[in-house]
């Protein structure tokens, strides 16, 4: 073909066919929206949606989808709808055709008709080729819909006809009895199905050609980003939904419900109740409590993050301003840069043990929150190195040039133009390692913590615990060396150790769902305290 | 400057092409052997430059008058600016580059031990031929090298024992700003992030920056090459105020611009050579070398 070719320039008129293409478009849309809501059992199989059973519902849908795709590829082979298709469908999509066909082509020989190894092998071949050749013999139009629709016609004719009941096993016959469960195989074809035919649709409505392929794209490329926010959305609802009962259980309001606190300051001590009382959040476990709670853990939990990062953040800063600022380019760089990433990448408990064997011995011969806190503050100082190098790599070496060209020292400059610009990196790497040393179980098992279930009486006052000494070191602080609790710990030990499931916590699967409910607000705080410290940084423009 | 005027030297039976020769060297130090009133402010001699294997400017001498302009041109990849970063020795920040020779300020050899080159960067301020101005309000910007320098002590502690400098950093800033002539423009928002500027701004932004740090030589590479004619009528109106004051050195490929602002041009061609040098009427009037002559009226560039 000598021309280039042309399409429209303006695409004025909706056409009945873009309708029904973009309806299509719409179908796969909510079928792959309810495919994911059915695999989180947010919609059962079993049940029904708008009067309708579930599971017919949904083989109606796809069976109407598959057919429509169909008609409108075929529609526009003969001319009745007008687009731009190119001579065939492509490598990419024949390939994941042929593959979806053998599939189709092998379950139908061995699980229907019931035929042996070489029957299965020969039907799976013989659809598969066929799949292929329907891919790439007809013109795009035709190629990368009727594969598509036909599968997802036929899946949706297998769900119409009862041949699967919602309540279906497959057994797989393995050693290790592996069996597949309509419950999750439904959703999972349905998914597949909506985004093969959604594709299929979006490249129908955008006419096939460049700007169809361009469109499937786009459609494959937003559901997939919606899919990813929906799960972590489902996460954090999940989460949210089991732990609230069990976070608000007693919750009460009023003067002087809560607990007494007192706050001593320079001899001076006011003592006042909390005009709320939230028992899990209040409570340690005890025999005498109405209701138990974790607050122990909380606070461990908060001092251990609060130490680690007041323990790495400025010896990882000072080690990165050595090596991008004064360190020469060169083997020793290497091997430091080489070495932190390995250090980043050492499993938790591999630290843990370090503080077992190393730390526990010099700070009283016990597990305690110092020895924590150091043990999780070395293992956030590998990743603080890493982020704040890259963030002062990042910084133009123009501003150092003219720092350098008024006459301003190299410390001026890192302190007043280098740190400045890079420390929302920083603040975000911390923020990243923060996430994970709270979740930490292993390091604090060994060097942290010390009963699973401990009363109030046992949480850890690390601000009031100073005292000042006349004698060298001037100032101890007995609570950083006592054992206390945290958060991942005491979740972990109601779970898998069945530790305090004997009726001291009352209900211990909202007990469970509460800790873990918490430990993610912990988290969360610990992250909006991060952001804000990041916008802050990115607001100031004035430093001394 | 375009009609070809006959230079008494273009029929030696020489050619001025070759490097090396020794009648060229005795010919090129007469060229550059120029006189000037007034006090010499730099005197570089013999100066070499390398980058690594690449010899980047070759042997290089010439004087540079207080309170004047002197331009440097030349095509690009001759060396001005390597030669302009020798004069505050920035060149010292770049690994592979290696100086031999000697270039005095005041009299003062800066190419020798116990040379402070953060004083002498004080005293020689530089302008970069991108705009970079620091990630900082307007203000910041031109109060960094004074208060860097403890000129100026706004900080905290000077703030609570009441010897803050406020006012004189307003002062300055505002004088800073005139003189690079953007006080009209930004006197309503010094407290904005100076990136949000535009590109003519920022570069006058930078200048007004390095003047803040009352430098006696302003070194300025390029100033406005990114600029649109009107910026540029700008600034070079701000560099025939500056040699009031100031030893202004100033690269720039625009020969125009340095006919109309410098006092003094130096003419360096293509290897890293000064092949002319001297009051800037002359270098464009009467060229003594036929190769600058070329380069001049566009034969080669
Ligand atoms: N940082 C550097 N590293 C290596 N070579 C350089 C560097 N800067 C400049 N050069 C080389 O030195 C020569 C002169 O460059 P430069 O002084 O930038 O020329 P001009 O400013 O006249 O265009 C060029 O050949 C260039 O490639
Ligand atoms: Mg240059």
């Given at each position: ?25 719409g ?107 329907a ?12 594969p ?49 035919t ?60 809560g ?12 003592t ?29 939990t908060?001092w ?34 080489v ?6 990448s ?29 043990t ?25 040039d003219?720092?350098a ?33 709270a ?62 499931a ?9 007990f ?12 969360l ?20 | ?38 006090r ?58 290696r ?79 005139r ?39 302003l ?39 340095a ?43």
């Open positions: 073909m000598a021309g280039a070719t042309r399409t429209r320039l303006v695409r004025e008129d909706t056409s009945g066919a873009d309708a029904v293409a973009a309806l299509a478009v179908v796969a849309s909510v079928l792959f929206g309810l495919g994911l809501a059915a695999m989180f059992e947010v919609v059962g199989l079993t049940g029904t949606l708008a009067g309708v059973p579930t599971l017919p519902l949904l083989g109606g849908l796809l069976l109407v989808q598959g057919v429509a795709v169909v008609v409108f590829g075929v529609g526009s082979r003969f001319g009745a709808v007008e687009t731009n298709p190119r001579p065939d469908a492509g490598i990419v999509a024949a390939v994941a055709f042929t593959l979806i066909w053998l599939v189709v082509g092998g379950l139908v020989a061995s699980q229907v008709l019931g035929l042996g190894l070489a029957g299965w092998l020969l039907g799976a071949i013989l659809t598969g080729a066929a799949g292929f050749a891919t790439v013999l007809p013109r795009e139009d035709v190629g990368s819909t009727l598509a629709g036909v599968v997802t016609a036929l899946v949706g004719l297998v769900f119409l006809s009862g041949y699967i009941a919602p309540t279906s096993v497959w057994d797989l016959g393995w050693e290790q009895k592996a069996s597949l469960t309509a419950e999750f195989m439904v959703p999972v074809v349905t998914v597949f199905c909506a985004l093969l959604g594709w299929a649709a979006a490249k129908a409505y955008g006419g096939f050609g460049a700007r169809g392929r361009r469109v499937g794209a786009y459609l494959l490329v937003y559901l997939n980003a919606a899919a990813i926010v929906g799960v972590l959305f489902a996460l954090v609802a999940f989460t949210v939904f089991k732990g609230v009962p069990g976070l608000f259980r007693g919750l009460t309001f009023g003067p002087g419900v607990p007494e606190s007192t706050v001593a300051l320079f001899g001076a001590s006011v006042f109740s909390w005009p709320v009382y939230l028992p899990f959040a209040m409570n340690g476990v005890g025999l005498l409590n109405d209701l138990n709670g974790v607050l122990p853990a909380i606070v461990g908060f251990l993050v609060v130490g680690a990062v007041l323990f790495a953040v400025p010896l990882g800063v000072g080690a990165a301003i050595f090596l991008t600022e004064y360190a020469e380019r060169g083997r020793f760089t290497q091997v430091v840069e070495a932190t990433n390995g250090l980043w050492t499993p938790s408990i591999v630290f843990g043990l370090f503080g077992f064997a190393f730390l526990i011995p010099r700070f009283g011969n016990g597990k305690s929150l110092l020895a924590g806190m150091l999780l503050g070395f293992m956030l100082l590998p990743l603080v190195v890493i982020t704040s190098r890259e963030a002062m790599l990042s910084v133009p070496d123009e501003y150092r003219a720092s060209a008024l006459g301003v020292t190299k410390w001026q400059t890192i302190r007043s133009v280098v740190l400045p610009a890079a420390l929302p990196g920083v603040v975000t790497g911390t923020i990243l390692g923060v996430g994970r040393i979740g930490e179980t292993a390091p604090i098992l060994l060097t942290m913590a010390g009963g699973v279930f401990v009363p109030g009486s046992q949480t850890a006052d690390v601000i009031g615990g100073f005292q000042f000494t006349a004698a060298p070191p001037f100032v101890s602080n007995p609570e950083l060396l006592q054992a206390t609790s945290a958060l991942p710990y005491q979740l972990y030990a109601l779970i898998t150790a069945g530790v305090g004997s009726g001291n916590v009352g209900n211990p699967d909202q469970r769902w509460a800790t873990a409910l918490i430990l993610l607000l912990v988290v705080s610990f992250y909006a305290v991060g952001i804000v410290t990041r916008y802050y940084f990115r607001r100031k423009l004035d430093y001394e | 400057m375009s009609e070809t005027k006959q230079n008494p030297r273009k029929d030696t039976t020489q050619p001025l092409q070759t490097t090396s020769g020794e009648s060229e060297e005795k010919l090129r130090s007469e060229w550059t052997e120029y006189e000037f009133d007034g010499t402010k730099l005197a570089v001699e013999d100066l070499d430059v390398y980058y690594g294997d690449d010899h980047a400017l070759k042997s290089v001498s010439m004087d540079i008058p207080e309170q004047s302009v002197t331009a440097l041109i030349g095509p690009s990849g001759c060396g001005k600016s390597t030669f302009l970063r020798c004069l505050n020795r920035m060149n010292d920040r770049i690994n592979s580059a100086v031999d020779g000697s270039v005095a300020f005041d009299g003062k050899e800066i190419y020798q031990d116990g040379v402070d080159l953060v004083e002498l960067r004080k005293r020689v301020g530089m302008v970069f031929q991108s705009p970079n101005p620091f990630p900082k309000s307007i203000r910041a910007n031109i109060s960094y090298g004074p208060r860097k320098h403890g000129d100026i002590d706004t900080s905290l502690l000077a703030k609570v024992f009441g010897r803050s400098d406020e006012d004189a950093e307003e002062r300055l800033v505002e004088r800073s700003l003189q690079a002539a953007l006080w009209e423009e930004v006197s309503d928002r010094l407290d904005d992030n100076a990136l949000g500027l535009s590109g003519g701004q920022q570069q006058r932004l930078c200048i007004a920056r390095a003047l803040a740090t009352d430098p006696e030589v070194l300025m590479d390029e100033p406005a090459s990114a600029l649109d004619p009107i910026a540029t009528a700008k600034i070079e109106e701000l560099i025939h105020d500056l040699a009031e004051d100031y030893t202004v050195v100033i690269v720039t490929h625009n020969m125009q611009q006919a109309r602002i410098s006092d003094q041009t130096a003419v360096f061609l293509t290897g890293g050579e000064l092949a002319e040098y001297g009051d800037t009427d002359q270098v464009f009037e009467d060229p003594q070398s036929q190769r600058v002559d070329d380069y001049i009226s566009g034969k080669f560039g």
